[in-house]
């Protein structure tokens, strides 16, 4: 069979990364061995790529035949089998496999410069109002200055020509510059008390400290686990769920050091990351020289950072499978936090200013199927997409029960 030129695709690394992240992340490192074994080189080690096509599509097929490298494979990590990915097809895994060939190639283990993250964080989060409110304050006291030695001058005019000029009276006891300096205050008071309580109960920023020092950049970023591995909740109920301990020790029984970038608090202090692995296994009762558990665990207690009123209703599963909206949405980069902080207030204002301009995916997407009129206005050209406020998104109803 011939194929022709135009039907050989080049392996896409973009597109294998998204599936890499999606598929193998939550146990595959390309540089660093994980509950998988590290993906550096992979494609040298097995003789045939049709044979790592199998192994990924099948593994079991590949055992069965008596493949000499997959069964030592095999046997290394515990007999353990892996997940079979029969849905990938050739192209995917070769898109996989162009990204593990870019990725290998860049150095391991640089470490950024200290500070800069934190230093950038505070940069881009930094609130100019105070400054502005000095500048105004102190160009209000030089405008009044220059009144008074307006007055002054007026006088001394009218006394020089010979016309009597009544004593300025002092701007502290001027009932013109009273009632405005109250006026002011009224207002500036004012505008504090409504900032004030529309704030209640809103905690944009919280970064509370956790038992365990955590970092998603590590965890989400550097080594790419998918975030349904550990939010499994995500896509299937309200809640996104707290992973449990033993999803944790999936990885942690193997990896027992931290090796990688330098971890620092939002406070600039230095994060021993061997050590807070030490406490995990601490909660859990888990003795890494034996490798096994040998006393009872107990609950980590993470503090929560996301919350809602009670007579607010939010479902993950909703926007995540419904919405297709990606967790930085509302978690804001995510990937990129050492420390976990509320990105957005979660104000109502918020969330109906995203439904008002968020578009949904119409196409293929059944749970829509039954807003007829909207696909067929689509149809007809009449509107060109559809926003979640035109399908009730902004109905108080649909948020409040």
């Known amino acids: 069979m011939v194929i022709p030129f135009s039907a ?10 998204q599936i890499f992240q999606q598929n193998c992340a939550s146990c595959h490192n390309v540089h660093k061995k994980l509950t998988g074994p590290a993906l550096a080189g992979v494609e040298g080690r097995w003789a045939d790529k049709k044979l790592l096509h199998q192994w990924i599509h099948n593994s079991a097929s590949v055992l069965a035949s008596g493949d000499k490298y997959a069964n030592n494979l095999f046997n290394e990590y515990n007999k353990t089998a892996m997940t079979a990915f029969p849905s990938l097809s050739n192209e995917d895994i070769d898109d996989i496999l162009a990204f593990i060939s870019v990725e290998e190639k860049k150095p391991v283990g640089v470490k950024p410069e200290a500070g800069t993250a934190t230093a950038g964080a505070k940069e881009e989060g930094s609130d100019n109002s105070l ?31 010979g016309q009597p000029t009544p004593e300025p009276i002092p701007f502290y006891k001027n009932k013109a510059y009273i009632a405005l300096a109250i006026l002011v205050l009224f207002m500036v008071g004012g505008y504090f008390t409504i900032q004030g309580a529309i704030g209640l109960g809103r905690q944009k920023d919280y970064m509370p400290e956790q038992p365990i020092f955590y970092s998603h950049k590590v965890h989400a970023g550097i080594n790419q686990i998918n975030c349904l591995y550990c939010h499994a909740g995500a896509e299937k109920s309200k809640h996104a769920m707290i992973p449990s301990e033993n999803i944790c020790m999936n990885c942690h029984k193997a990896i027992k050091e931290y090796s990688g970038p330098e971890l620092f608090t939002a406070e600039g202090k230095k994060v021993d990351g061997t050590a807070e692995i030490a406490k995990l296994y601490d909660y859990v009762g888990w003795d890494a020289e034996k490798g096994k558990y040998t006393k009872p665990g107990r609950p980590i207690e993470w503090t929560k950072i996301h919350n809602l009123p009670d007579h607010v209703y939010f479902n993950h599963s909703q926007h995540t499978v419904a919405g297709k909206q990606q967790c930085q949405t509302c978690h804001g980069a995510i990937t990129e936090m050492d420390e976990v902080h509320q990105f957005a207030d979660l104000s109502m204002g918020w969330c109906i200013n995203c439904h008002r301009t968020t578009k949904v995916q119409f196409a293929d997407n059944n749970y829509y199927s039954i807003f007829e009129k909207l696909h067929q206005d689509i149809k007809d050209k009449k509107i060109d997409s559809v926003t979640v406020e035109m399908v009730g998104g902004t109905e108080c109803q649909k948020c409040h029960y």
């Not at 050989?8 to 990364?17: C, E, L, M, Y």
């Not at 500048?135 to 006088?155: D, E, F, G, H, R």
């Open 131 to 161: 400054l502005f409110g000095i500048i105004t304050l102190i160009l209000a006291v030089v405008a009044l200055i220059l009144m008074q030695i307006n007055s002054n001058l007026n006088k001394l005019a009218g006394d020089k020509e």
């Open 8 to 17: 050989v695709k080049a392996a896409d690394p973009a597109k294998g990364k």
